[in-house]
């Protein structure tokens, strides 16, 4: 436990109760299930900017990035170029031409409702089977911002992990359920600029305390020159090829992630996607490399130095170490922010893949706007009850929780997202054979191990996941496929 927790409880008192605030003004708002879900479309240029990069980024950026810097080095880097590369190409090839076709397209309030109605899906197989990939993927996502928060928790007071869990989820839960999308975009803006301030004042004082960027990177190479030879991995090993590229491959997931892209689909026009793409790209970029230095600072700051299970908690204490408690409390706020912003969301998409795909898609096509939104909203209970199962492990890993979660989406949506945007002779079953191949390969890549499968899931899941609707839709045409 931590000393001095008493001003940190109250900074970060203060900022759950701004948060709780943002649930109750959005719950007034709230009166239907697309205003829930997708909050009317109504998100401005810096709200639909925040809101995707909060949403994006989640306590990983916070803890499990700074972690894998503090173990790793310079091989983040690797990682953090195919996040920006993989942040850009959606925002630039995703977003407009999304945000468009899903409201010409009987204004589709989800992914599955867009794939149905892109491919004029009659059988509702589509529907179905999309929204439960989303339900399975996102069980294990939001149980790793439940990691995170029971980390945060456990390390800040003191509390056994599953208590320090729950207390740590408590507050993202209530404003989700009462204030939906509106609650949650809101508050992404706060978070958003939260986890700015806290990332940036950290590596600055890392920075400051260590003599320097120059001085910096000469005592980690003095402690451990591995660390900073972007080509060896953990241990001294080399990292080659496979390495590298499932570092570069966490870009490729951004097309498939329906929590990002439902940003995307509530920006009130195509217009405000250009400004929100410029405000984007600058914070991921800032933040990320802050990330990264904090790690790297901790390897000379933090004592005594931390294991390799305890590494994801180095912003914890860098901030607490380094920081008056009561700044301290508003760095660590960050780190709550950054959990409740993309778990919240998390939830959201799940619960409306739940009220919108299935429960009225399949069961009652007749249900009323009250009856579909308190469906959501006990959705999101359940969901979160799951995933609350999911992350009891306090050995769990925050970022190998997201890597999986991350890889299923990306493999399994993105080529079906990109190529239904662009290829117009794309055909359902395409579709179909796409998201089925790509979340299985995902889903079976990992129970491999050693050589090839040692290569992030989501590259085979991606590209065999692209190949699966080319061939499938060529011959549904009578085509015959060429390499």
């Keep these: 436990m931590i000393e001095n927790t008493t001003a940190i409880a109250v900074a970060m008192g203060l900022y759950m109760a701004v948060c709780l605030l943002l649930g109750f003004i959005a719950w007034k708002r709230t009166h239907n299930l697309s205003d829930y879900i997708l909050g009317g479309r109504s998100l401005n240029s810096w709200v639909t900017a925040f809101s995707a990069q909060a949403t994006d980024m989640s306590g990983w950026l916070l803890m499990g990035l700074p972690g894998l810097a503090y173990v790793a080095g310079y091989d983040a880097f690797w990682m953090v ?35 149905e109605h892109r491919f004029n899906d009659k059988s509702r ?43 740590g989820s408590a507050v993202m839960l209530a404003y989700t359920f009462f ?7 809101w508050s992404d803006v706060l978070q958003g600029s939260l986890m700015f301030v806290a990332l940036v004042l950290v590596a600055l004082m890392g920075l400051s305390l260590t003599g320097g960027l120059g001085d910096m990177l000469a005592a980690v190479e003095a402690r451990d020159p591995a660390l900073l030879d972007p080509f060896v991995g953990t241990g001294g090993t080399a990292l080659g090829w496979v390495g590298i590229a499932s570092l570069l491959a966490w870009g490729l997931g951004y097309a498939g992630q ?71 409390g508003i760095c660590l706020a960050g780190i709550l922010a950054a959990i409740m912003s993309t778990a919240a969301a998390q939830l959201l998409v799940s619960s409306s893949a739940f009220a919108q795909d299935l429960y009225k898609g399949l069961f009652r096509p007749n249900a009323g706007e009250r009856e579909l939104l308190w469906t959501g909203r006990a959705a999101v209970l359940g969901i979160a009850a799951i995933a609350f199962v999911l992350g009891l492990d306090p050995d769990s890993k925050v970022l190998s929780l997201v890597a999986w979660a991350w890889a299923g989406f990306g493999a399994a949506f993105g080529p079906a997202i990109i190529l239904s945007l662009y290829w117009p002779r794309m055909t359902r079953d395409g579709a179909l054979a796409g998201i089925v191949v790509g979340g299985l390969t995902v889903i079976l890549w990992k129970q491999g191990s050693g050589g090839i499968f040692e290569l992030y899931e989501l590259v085979p899941g991606f590209v065999f996941s692209w190949m699966a609707i080319w061939i499938v839709s060529l011959m549904a045409r009578g085509e015959k496929a060429h390499p």
Excluded: C
């Excluded at 630039?92 to 867009?114: C, G, H, I, K």
């Excluded at 490399?289 to 994801?312: C, F, M, R, Y």
């Design 81 to 115: 170029l195919g996040l920006a590369a993989g942040t850009y190409l959606n925002w630039r090839f995703v977003a407009a031409p999304l945000r468009m076709r899903t409201e010409q397209l009987n204004n589709s309030l989800t992914l599955p409702d867009y794939f």
């Design 179 to 185: 204030g939906g999308f509106l609650a949650v975009s």
């Design 258 to 328: 329906p929590h990002i892209l439902a940003r995307f689909m509530a920006a009130r026009s195509v217009g405000h996607i250009h400004t929100a793409r410029r405000v984007a790209m600058t914070w991921t970029v800032i933040v990320m490399l802050a990330a990264v230095l904090i790690g790297l600072a901790g390897l000379l700051l933090v004592d005594p130095p931390l294991g390799d299970v305890d590494s994801e908690k180095v912003f914890i204490f860098m901030a607490t170490q380094l920081f008056h408690p009561a700044i301290a």
């Design 125 to 167: 197989l589509l529907r179905t089977l999309s929204a439960l990939f989303i339900l399975v993927f996102f069980a294990f996502y939001a149980s790793s911002g439940f990691v995170a928060a029971g980390k945060l928790f456990e390390a800040l007071f003191g509390l056994p992990y599953a208590q320090a869990m729950f207390w």
